[in-house]
């Protein structure tokens, strides 16, 4: 609970400290980074709604769908997939790669809604699919971005500018999580407490990395004009 704690006041310093940085370094792409992390900030405080089930008022919600919280979980990931798979494109400038992660968006969103309505785990587990296809569109748009940097002359720069250290702490966490998130279900049905500690232990030192990340980005890049302003608006 403590670690959970933790996690949620790293968050909320992530938040805290991305909103100072947009008022001094204002731009479209950091501006819906921000909205990001405060949706998160609302959606982990939101999902401790579960722990009182069984200990406090909420009782009433136990043996009923919602006794659990991957639901919320579920629709989060959706959000935060497609917020990624997004948020790249406005330091893009190939329009072969725009016009690709255009089309992968739709393509998940609607994946993602027909595993909600067909698969039957939207409420008991984290749905394998649209986190496998996520993790992988987030991937493709991290590389588009990569690749962008490696032909022009802000590879030099780019400890100056935000979205790389999101890319970091994106690919880490997505690649450390994206595994486990996959065999959720054996979470709270679990006989073996090597494998809740597990999850725990990987799912808590990730959060905590991720948005130490965001946190040095934005301090690091706090006093610096980004090098690599997005060049068009969507």
Request: hydrophobic share 50%.
């Amino acid at each position: 609970m403590i670690a959970g704690f933790f996690s949620n006041f790293l968050e909320i310093v992530a938040f805290l400290i991305g909103i100072f940085y947009y008022r001094n370094n204002k731009s479209k792409p950091t501006f819906y980074l921000v909205w990001f992390l405060g949706i998160t900030v609302f959606s982990e405080l939101f999902s401790w709604y579960a722990y009182f089930v069984n200990t406090g008022f909420l009782q009433f919600l136990k043996g009923t769908s919602f006794e659990s919280n991957y639901w919320w979980g579920n629709i989060y990931s959706i959000i935060s997939y497609l917020f990624y798979i997004n948020y790249f494109k406005w330091y893009l400038s190939a329009k072969k790669s725009i016009v690709i992660l255009n089309r992968v968006s739709v393509v998940f969103l609607a994946v993602s809604i027909l595993e909600i309505i067909f698969s039957g785990e939207f409420f008991v587990k984290f749905m394998p699919i649209s986190n496998i296809l996520g993790t992988l569109l987030i991937f493709l748009s991290i590389a588009f971005y990569y690749l962008e940097l490696l032909k022009s002359d802000q590879i030099l720069q780019v400890h100056k500018s935000v979205p790389f250290y999101v890319s970091v702490g994106a690919l880490i966490f997505h690649l450390c999580t994206t595994p486990l998130f996959l065999y959720s279900i054996y979470y709270s049905n679990s006989v073996d407490p090597s494998f809740v500690s597990l999850y725990r232990q990987v799912i808590f030192g990730t959060n905590y990395l991720l948005y130490s990340i965001y946190i040095a980005g934005f301090l690091i890049c706090l006093r610096k004009k980004d090098p690599y302003f997005p060049k068009r608006n969507f």
